[in-house]
């Protein structure tokens, strides 16, 4: 799900400030932007903590450090460029016959003598500062999913009960599929022989009887009734749900495929066209779901 945190933590004199992005992915994908002094430690340790809070999505983090203490920064001279600007001003004295003294300012002003010297701090401090940090902006990060995912839960409640109802409606239709095949054949023998040649009952009813058996979806009306109650069951558990329910979702498209296959009533068929773009709609939303 989509979110965004940022969290700011001192220690001392050293200031950290961490800002967290994640958004929809299938998978945990984790990025992260850290000083480079500081990457080859902390790296590896703030992967672990967003993946013990974090199971899926794409994860952005930025990691920045100030460290203001005095030490944190200091100059060391390039003895080497110093010997060789040096060298060269006294070669060029020579050469043109100078008599300038050769200065501390025309060295400095050649520049490059000195280099800034970057001193990390010390580690165990830095990463308890990054650690702590990080661990803020989980929190505030998890408090934004979660709303989020309480507004798609309503949203796929919804469309579940409409699903159900219509499976309620399928169920009740099929009860009768005997009867309704009895109809239907009778009604086209008689159009077909124009009521000149009298029928069977028994016939009719052994015939009725084969195409109600091949178009029985009692089977699948049960399981698709056992996934809709174990969607719900899983919706509300705390664990991390989305693979479960991607899973149930097609299991669900293939019970109402195979409802669609097997029934030839235009009512039915037209509320398991519904279903399936219920479903769909269900499928886009559970792809943010963690």
Known sequence: MTAFATAEKTFSKLAVTVDIRSYNSRHLDIFLRIPA??????????????SNRVARGRVEVRVQIDDRAEEANGLEIDHARAR??????????????????????????????FKPVEKGPDEDVLWTAVKECTALALDDLETMRRKEG????????????????????????????????QERLKER????????????PARIAQEAAFLADRSDISEEIVRAASHLNQFHRIMNDVEPAGRKLNFLLQELNREFNTMGSKISNAEMAHRIIHVKSELEKIREQIQNVE
């Open 84 to 113: 060789a600007l040096v060298a060269a001003l006294k070669e060029l004295k020579s050469e043109f016959n100078l008599k300038n003294d050769i200065t501390l300012d025309m060295l400095v002003g050649a520049g490059g003598i």
């Open 189 to 200: 023998i008689a159009l077909l022989t124009q009521n000149m040649v009298e029928l069977d």
């Open 150 to 181: 309480d507004f798609i839960a309503g949203d796929i409640e919804h469309r579940l009960d409409f699903i159900s109802d219509c499976l309620t409606h399928i169920k009740k239709g099929s009860k009768d599929l005997l009867m309704q095949y």
């Open 37 to 50: 002094a500081c990457q080859q430690f902390l790296e590896d340790r703030i992967k672990a903590l967003i």
